[in-house]
């Protein structure tokens, strides 16, 4: 069976600060992760992935992941916070076939002046 | 040109009631899902269709019954609704295994 644990239902930063948002995952089997972002009334979008190769994850606007297979963890960050990236943040993993991606709890993420 | 389309966007009806949502994409991808929101923004997956073909149903009551005319359309029939049916309904699709699922806007169901 596979789980995702996100650590802190809400993260509060000043705008220009270190993002972190944690994720712990478990799974028997190698992991495919995925974080998503959730704005206000809106799906989800995709904003990086890991499957196999580079453990450092490159994302859209600005964001990036690392796995790291002995903390079983793929934290979120970005370097500088803007007010757009006030938003629900969701850790996600998949592993055996059918692609069920089973989802953590998820992160808001509240960026202030 | 959205790529997931859900309709309606917003639905609010009576317990009791029978509801239908619609999805679509035009990604031509092979595997359609629905996830269930609740309020607390948790997200649970309730079904995933390969090439209309139903591959993974996750303990959803019988009242919930999914239908997959063809590949590129995925729809989710409600009999009978009860209040803690409310939530936001997701569709989504992928290409295939371990890829990334591209997400619809959701549909809000409110029970009255």
Known sequence: AQSVTQLGSHVSVSEGALVLLRCNYSSSVPPYLFWYVQYPNQGLQL?????????????????????????TSFHLTKPSAHMSDAAEYFCAVTTGGGNKLTFGTGTQLKVEL | DTAVSQTP??????MGNDKSIKCEQNLGHDTMYWYKQDSKKFLKIMFSYNNKELIINETVPNRFSPKSPD?????LHINSLELGDSAVYFCASSPGDHQPQHFGDGTRLSIL
Do not use: M, W
């Open chain 2, 9 to 14: 966007k917003y639905l609010v009806t009576q």
């Open chain 1, 47 to 71: 904003l990086l992935k890991y499957t196999t190769g580079a453990t450092l994850v490159k994302g859209i606007n600005g964001f990036e992941a690392e796995f790291k297979k002995s903390e």
């Open chain 2, 71 to 75: 590949k590129a359309h995925l729809n």
